[in-house]
């Protein structure tokens, strides 16, 4: 059965369109894939101590399959902010999905996958071990059979550093069978202490990428000292030793922001990447490799929501043509502003939805080279 959600299209000028799409069902954080075949697999929420829901779309996000619940344990999915059930394509086709459980339901981090497409889902495993309290789910797959799911906690036998505010460690989990079977908690290992005093309620993102795919990319905002800079970690995904790079010394101190860093990396190790400081959104790349950034991006006005709005969950993605369109949300509304190639503004940005609230929306680029926004 389809359940059937129209479109709305969003003049964006003569170098494209931004099409926006409505998760089904009134869903919250949603989290998407699109795959080699141009269809759209798509994870949400439903409330803060509720469920994770699958569905997938042929025609970019016009119509939905039924939805299909991933969790077996009901009302136990933490939902709200940025925090929601996180979505990657792995070897063969499988569908990874992770989620953060709800504290009074015995947190936890959680895994689930399908080997049918979506059709249905396996029963979801625990991959916190002792159990030490965590936040920030993030996941990474490959066409390998690897998967990676990444979290921050009070580690056992971690030492907090005093002047360091809600920042924790990052700890990691591998699979190297499709996620059949995942490997003990460790916790990830850098050349820079900022990745032992990540943010404690900040989200995590992470990717495999660069040449041949042998990379893993950590995406954090800072804790260290209670600087909320933004990070990336590199490093081969066999290994455990990762070089941790500063992103640009914001130098904000402050209490935990509850913004994460989404990026994206290709075959050479080139990074796209944007984040929130300061309540004002920006966005910037790497060279081959990741070894420099240019100088952040910032969106067009800093207030265009009013006088005292606050920029948030801001996304960068860029198309088949090289566009790049930065979407966030201010005042409660999803806007967004396209820049080209080489970082320069275009002029043209907008409003994609009104009333969107305080959830993370997510953006992608559709294998039409149009831009699409979630919420």
């Not at 005093?162 to 499709?178: F, G, H, L, W």
């Not at 509850?258 to 994206?264: I, L, R, T």
């Not at 801001?314 to 979407?327: C, D, F, Q, R, Y």
Request: hydrophobic share 35%; proline share 5%; glycine share 12%.
């Amino acid at each position: 059965f389809l359940a059937v959600f129209v479109s709305l299209w969003i003049p964006a000028g003569a170098r494209g369109d931004v099409r926006t799409v409505r998760t089904p069902n009134g869903g919250k954080v949603p989290d998407v894939v699109l795959d080699a075949k141009g269809v759209l697999h798509m994870t949400y929420g439903d409330r803060q101590s509720g469920n994770a829901y699958y569905v997938q779309s042929p025609d970019g996000g016009k119509t939905f399959t039924k939805a299909v619940q991933l969790n077996r344990r009901n009302d136990t999915v933490t939902v709200g902010m940025e925090r929601g059930p996180r979505l990657a394509l792995g070897k063969d086709g499988f569908l990874h999905v992770v989620w953060l459980g709800f504290y009074k339901a015995g947190g936890s981090i959680w895994h689930t996958r399908s080997t049918d497409g979506g059709k249905s889902f396996e029963p979801e495993q625990k991959l916190e071990d002792p159990a030490y309290g965590l936040d920030n789910a993030a996941l990474a797959t490959d066409a390998k059979g690897n998967v990676f799911v990444l979290w921050t906690g009070g580690f056992p036998g971690f030492t907090r550093d005093p002047e360091s505010d809600i920042a924790a460690p990052i700890i990691m989990v591998r699979s190297t069978d499709n996620g059949k079977t995942f490997s003990k908690n460790e916790l990830l290992k850098s050349d820079h202490p900022a990745s032992g005093h990540a943010c404690g309620c900040c989200r995590l993102e992470a990717r495999i990428g660069g040449p041949d795919d042998a990379n893993l990319y950590v995406a954090f905002r800072g804790g260290y000292k209670g600087i909320r800079d933004p990070w990336l970690l590199v490093g081969k995904k066999t290994e455990n030793n990762f070089r941790c790079l500063s992103v640009h010394a914001d130098q904000w101190k402050t209490g935990c922001p509850m913004q994460g860093m989404p990026f994206s990396v290709d075959s050479t190790g080139k990074v796209l990447f944007s984040w929130m400081s300061r309540d004002r959104a920006y966005w910037t790349m790497s060279d081959e490799g990741a070894k420099t950034f240019l100088a952040p991006i910032a969106t067009p006005e800093k207030n265009a929501g009013g006088a005292k709005a606050k920029q948030a969950f801001p996304m960068a993605v860029s198309n088949a043509k090289k566009e790049i369109l930065l979407m966030w949300t201010e005042n409660g509304d999803a806007r967004w502003a396209m820049y080209g190639a080489d970082g320069s503004a275009t002029g043209q940005h907008g409003v994609a939805g009104t009333k969107v609230g305080q959830d993370k929306p997510t953006a992608f680029a559709g294998t039409d080279g149009q831009f699409y926004i979630v919420w």
